[in-house]
């Protein structure tokens, strides 16, 4: 019963069905919600660091209610899409009301898409694993699967790695240096890949290319249907989704480093290499995604039995609370600095 806390995962998509009905001041209301009133319920609520059980984490190990509250986003999301397509392309709303859905519908693309698809890549199951490359689809994001898992997971925490922010580095500065950074290194992941095995670009397997026609049909499709209108409003909604997932790759590892061994390698991924956070509501927001350390101790864990470590760097305020700080850079830095270990800044910030 313990995890009908997640069911409070589907709030966001509800806020955004809410505002496609009610329109008005009411497109906003997603926002709102996950920026405004989850942080405020961050900083009410206690902070939970409990880890479950031996028998709870044999019982959650095999298939499990939880995970279909994971495949359900496939519906939920595309639905969401269609609905918003739908009703700006066939109604007459102000630009403010455009704004809002256009938004909402890019946090739930970014929320309940690309975070559980980011969760059923790692799964070793060839279906949960295309349903999390297919929840990539509305963000134009597929590119995200092959880096993300052979990229990020061997880099993470190393200057080498796009989706590791630098020490005094702004969050807008990490958007345009990650995006662009990750799309080109998935590519050279992608070559690499098709060359161990012999085989050229047009190879059946190239699952970049695959990944671009994906893309870009699916955006054909959405102009016959919806015309021009509906192509920026999907374009629209597709960058607000992954400039969400960039921020939560800004907080995540932002300022922290591996150190380098004798030989030029670095140290192994360890518990001290991400920002954690054990706030309720976030943690719940996206499916234990702020147990982040564990995630990269373990990638294929399910995100039920991520654990809290106690050497982990926790952040001050949950992710949510973080992202919109983040927006502010003198005021990240001067909340976020003091809490980077010092043995991780950079020399010249230890010298200092």
């Known amino acids: 019963m313990k995890d009908l806390k997640y069911l409070t995962a589907y709030a966001v998509p509800l806020c955004a069905y809410a505002g496609l009905w009610l329109q008005d001041i009411w497109s906003f209301i997603t926002p ?9 319920l961050e900083l009410i609520f206690p902070i939970n660091d409990a880890n479950i059980d031996e028998d709870e984490k044999e019982n959650k190990a095999s298939l499990h209610w939880t995970d279909f509250l994971l495949y359900s986003n496939v519906l939920v999301v595309f639905s969401l899409v269609y609905f918003t397509l739908q009703t700006i392309t066939n ?46 689809l509305p963000a134009l994001y597929m590119h995200f699967f092959v880096e993300h898992n052979f990229g990020h997971h061997l880099k993470a925490a190393t200057p ?32 690499d890949l098709l ?8 190879s059946i397997k190239n699952d970049m290319l695959w990944y671009s026609i994906f893309e870009i049909t699916y955006l054909a499709v959405i102009y ?24 939560i790759n800004y907080i995540e590892h932002y300022g922290l480093l591996r150190k380098k061994k004798e030989s030029g390698r670095y140290e192994r991924v360890r ?13 719940i927001m996206l499916y234990e995604l702020t147990r982040h350390s564990d995630h990269h101790y373990r990638a294929n864990k399910k995100f039920q039995l991520l654990d809290y470590h106690d050497q982990s760097p926790q952040l001050p ?36």
């Open 271 to 283: 518990e001290v290499h991400s920002w954690n956070s054990n706030h309720v509501f976030g943690r």
């Open 317 to 352: 305020y949950g992710y949510p609370t973080s992202m919109v700080l983040s927006l502010f850079p003198p005021l990240w830095f001067r909340i976020m600095n003091k809490h980077v270990p010092e043995d991780q800044k950079p020399a010249s910030v230890q010298l200092g």
């Open 32 to 40: 709102i919600y996950a920026f405004v009133l989850v942080p405020i």
């Open 195 to 202: 060359k161990r095995e012999n085989k050229g670009f047009f």
């Open 91 to 136: 109604n007459t709303l102000e630009l403010y009301e455009i704004v809002g859905l256009i938004f909402s519908c890019g946090i739930v693309i970014g929320s309940n898409g690309i975070n559980v698809a980011h969760e059923l890549g790692h799964r070793k199951s060839r279906i949960e694993q295309f349903l999390g490359k297919l929840l990539l």
């Open 160 to 191: 080498e790695d796009p989706a590791t922010a630098k020490f005094n580095q702004t969050l807008y500065s990490f958007w345009f240096s990650s995006i662009f950074k990750q799309y080109g290194s998935a590519w050279k992941i992608q070559m």
């Open 224 to 247: 016959g249907y919806f015309g021009l209108t509906g192509l920026l409003v999907a374009l629209f909604a597709a960058i607000s989704g992954f400039l969400l997932l960039e921020t």
